[in-house]
T-cell receptor
Framework: KAGVTQTPRYLIKTRGQQVTLSCSPI?????VSWYQQTPGQGLQFLFE???????NKGNFPGRFSGRQFSNSRSEMNVSTLELGDSALYLC???????????????FGSGTQLSVL | AQKVTQAQTEISVVEKEDVTLDCVYE???????LFWYKQPPSGELVFLIR??????QNEISGRYSWNFQKSTSSFNFTITASQVVDSAVYFC??????????????FGRGTSLIVHP
């Protein structure tokens, strides 16, 4: 079974630009969640999608958005990039996630975003 | 509110030494789950173990063992006879329902383990 696939692996953007990151979950997993990882803040939850609906959202500005398609693939978008958005963005999939406390997450290798 | 504290930012050991990674958590829920994940240099977090709040039995899996103590709100992770391949960042996480029914896990800041040959 293929794991969680994130593309691209690396991205370099400049301030003010926008970026779209992609995540393909494990086959059969309906929940996709996104995390931002930085040395200063650690792992922070961005949002979770389940059956094409955003079910949970973390404490991030509206510049961060996402969506999920009918095949469970997900994209996240960051508009008007700031220097502080430089981070590793991780996607995780699970069968249920927000509906079950005991769900274990399967992570992708992440997209390393650098904003210059 | 949920909180997970991993006080050790970085630990450096020599191969074959035993090492314990500490995790202390806070939650008001009586039902919750604790996890450990490993993040190797490749980036993806890999699930290691899940423990529910009603099961305080310690667990051993090969060179890995976990000690869960509700009395001290701790869920520590020990690697016996460490190896270079154990070098990674290890995250402790807590999942409970205190945030209005959504089981969003809270992660600690991670402990970077460096095992020298």
């Amino acid at each position: 079974k293929a794991g969680v696939t994130q593309t691209p692996r690396y991205l370099i953007k400049t301030r003010g630009q926008q970026v779209t990151l992609s995540c393909s979950p494990i086959s059969g997993h309906r929940s996709v969640s996104w995390y931002q990882q930085t040395p200063g803040q650690g792992l922070q939850f961005l949002f979770e999608y389940f059956s094409e609906t955003q079910r949970n959202k973390g404490n991030f500005p509206g510049r961060f958005s996402g969506r999920q398609f009918s095949n469970s693939r997900s994209e996240m978008n960051v508009s008007t990039l700031e220097l502080g958005d430089s981070a590793l963005y991780l996607c995780a999939s699970s069968l249920e996630f927000g509906g079950q406390a005991n769900e274990k997450l399967f992570f992708g290798s992440g997209t390393q975003l650098s904003v210059l | 509110a949920q909180k997970v504290t991993q006080a050790q930012t970085e630990i450096s050991v020599v191969e074959k030494e035993d090492v314990t990674l500490d995790c202390v958590y806070e939650t008001r829920d009586t039902t919750y789950y604790l996890f450990w994940y490993k993040q190797p240099p490749s980036g993806e977090l890999v699930f290691l173990i899940r423990r529910n709040s009603f099961d305080e039995q310690n667990e051993i899996s090969g060179r890995y063992s976990w000690n869960f103590q509700k009395s001290t709100s701790s869920f520590n992770f020990t690697i016996t006879a460490s190896q270079v391949v154990d070098s990674a960042v290890y995250f402790c996480a807590l999942s409970a329902s205190s945030s209005g029914g959504s089981y969003i896990p809270t992660f600690g800041r991670g402990t970077s383990l460096i095992v020298h040959p």
